[in-house]
């Protein structure tokens, strides 16, 4: 026997020598969005947002075919703002179907002691489910209209083949981003708060819907011009004609086109911090 003895290793923190990756969170991006592609409904979401953006390209196909249809649907900013703001309802489908449960499911099973059991930080864990939803939510505003452009563009290059049209490409990432941003910090905090995918996605509806008509209530009680800005909708487009220059819409004209931008920073803000105070756990990495 060896005459060696044996002595009591107590807990030491380990001092990694190796300092870790700073892209920690694209794992978790990585295979959120391989799950949620695996799902048919999620690619047949995608397929259905797509179809007005062929509408839009056969109308500006027959737009150059016969030039006096251009007086009455102009190939301009104000068609590819109004092709965004129609896919607003699909950003809000999609917003549900991949949003809702992508922290909810986590809190429920435990997931979320999982993740950051991991050198995960806190941000690391909600930057890659915030970089789900946005992708997704991407796929069916920011992505279809810069293909509508292309298209528009190549259709037609009398209209938009002049080097000023090109200004129509940070116009349609800056308010497809308006657009994305709030939706997507709102998901995800209904996502935390509920704990369940399908309340979850039924607060997020609530919310843009409920918002719209305490905007109503709102007005007539005070006549404000500023009521409006308790709609999420109504700030929404009233940003982004802001930003394409178009007129604004009759529920919309009285809304400061800066105000909306305000609300709009400070409702990400708060998403972000209700994020940070909800999804509650040990981090592993300080």
């Known amino acids: 026997m060896s005459s060696s003895q044996i002595y009591e290793q107590h807990y030491r923190r380990l001092d990694a ?3 870790l990756r700073n892209q920690r969170w694209i794992p978790i991006a990585r295979e959120g969005l391989k799950a949620l592609i695996s799902f048919r409904a999620y690619l047949a979401l995608i397929s259905i947002a797509w179809l007005p953006l062929f509408v839009r390209l056969v109308q500006v196909y027959f737009t150059t075919r016969f030039p006096e249809a251009r007086r009455i649907v102009p190939v301009d900013d ?5 092709f965004l703001s129609q896919q607003m309802p699909w950003m809000l489908l999609m917003s549900a179907y991949a949003g809702a449960g992508l922290i909810a499911n986590d809190m429920r099973t435990g997931g979320l002691l999982l993740y950051l059991s991991r050198p995960l930080t806190l941000g690391d864990y909600v930057l890659g489910k915030v970089s789900i939803v946005f992708a997704s939510l991407s796929m069916v505003t920011l992505v279809p209209g810069l293909v509508l452009f292309l298209g528009a563009r190549s259709l037609a290059p009398d209209v938009l083949g ?5 200004l129509l490409i940070p116009k349609i990432i800056a308010y497809a981003l308006v657009m994305i941003l709030p939706a997507t910090g709102l998901v995800l905090v209904m996502s935390a708060l ?6 979850a996605g039924l607060g997020f509806f609530f919310v843009f819907v409920g918002s719209t008509i305490a905007a109503t209530i709102a007005w007539r009680a005070t006549r404000s011009s500023y009521a409006g800005l308790v709609s999420i909708q109504h700030t929404l487009r009233r940003a982004g004609e802001a930003i394409f220059g178009v007129k604004p819409s009759r ?3 009285e809304l400061p086109p800066e105000a909306a931008f305000v609300v709009l920073a400070i409702l990400v803000i708060g998403c972000l911090y209700v994020l940070k105070t909800r999804v509650r756990a040990v981090e592993i990495v300080k």
């Open 17 to 19: 020598s190796i300092p």
């Open 78 to 82: 104000k068609l590819f703002f109004d």
């Open 162 to 166: 002049d080097v000023s049209h090109l």
């Open 194 to 199: 509920a704990r369940n995918a399908r309340f």
């Open 251 to 253: 529920m919309t004209a």
